[in-house]
């Protein structure tokens, strides 16, 4: 079973702590900002997008799995926000989405499920329905890491719930080249000390250099691209960043003043 046709197995892992940290990177990066209108154009269950909407923003979202759509919807509605979301493929944005923004986002280490020869199209597609003056925000893992370490089994610390914990255990497998990745998750809830279900999905993933989103942004003539560790700004050092944060502002456009005769 893939692992994000089954939204409620993703928001196992939402915290109150995932919240606060998700607030306090925006405002790093958002905070002097003239930002209005963001649309995260990879939303999954919206949890991403719930610290922006609680900020004040307008936001949208939209994502190709329907079943995402349907939960970011529901989520959204159980904290009272406003958001609006549309079911797309983030490689053709324009065919759902009317409207530019000040920011799109793609979010939760989405742009590894799209194979190397179309990130140039998905990243094209987010700068579509781009304002002049606003910001491309790419996060990820570091996949440059991933191949070189060809790292298979992560165990992960467990998440303490209300009344019980989730146990989290990841084990991946490599075709030849390592340039396809199958994440085999292995879940397990446990409710007052009991084991109350056991889950196991996979995922598959294209790793890509991070030179390419670079290199497409750069020749996008895309100003001011930085990179830094999810959820900590001053943090640079890609050799021990396990998952980045990449931030590129579109260039304004020059309008040609108009010559009176």
């Not at 109150?16 to 939303?43: E, I, P, R, S, W």
């Not at 610390?157 to 994440?183: C, E, L």
């Not at 790793?207 to 700004?233: A, H, R």
């Amino acid at each position: 079973m893939r692992f994000y046709d089954f939204p409620e197995a993703c928001d196992l892992f939402v915290t109150d702590q995932f919240f606060d940290d998700c607030t306090n990177f925006y405002k790093d990066l958002f905070g002097k900002k003239k930002y209005k209108d963001f649309l995260d154009c990879a939303v999954g269950t919206g949890q991403m997008l719930i610290p922006l909407a609680q900020m004040g923003f307008n936001v949208t979202g939209t994502d190709i799995n329907q079943n995402m759509i349907k939960k970011a919807t529901y989520n959204f509605a159980q904290n009272k926000l406003l958001g609006t979301f549309h079911v797309c493929d983030f490689k053709d944005l324009k065919s759902k989405v009317r409207f530019d923004y000040d920011c799109v986002l793609c979010s939760g280490n989405s742009l590894g499920h799209v194979k190397n020869e179309d990130i140039p199209i998905a990243i094209q597609s987010m700068d579509s329905v781009l304002r002049p003056g606003g910001m491309i925000y790419i996060d990820s893992k570091n996949w440059d890491n991933v191949q070189l370490r060809r790292q298979r089994f992560y165990l992960f610390n467990p998440v303490i719930r209300d009344r019980g914990r989730v146990n989290y255990v990841q084990v991946w497998d490599y075709n030849k080249d390592a340039s396809i990745i199958v994440f085999n998750y292995l879940i397990f809830e446990e409710i007052d000390n009991k084991i109350v279900s056991k889950r196991q999905y996979y995922e598959i993933y294209y790793p890509f250099k991070i030179g390419l989103v670079l290199q497409t942004l750069e020749e996008m003539n895309y100003k001011n691209i930085d990179v830094c560790k999810l959820g900590d700004t001053s943090q640079k050092d890609l050799e021990k960043i396990e998952w980045y944060a990449i931030t590129a502002e579109k260039p304004i456009e020059e309008i040609t003043p108009k010559v009176t005769i």
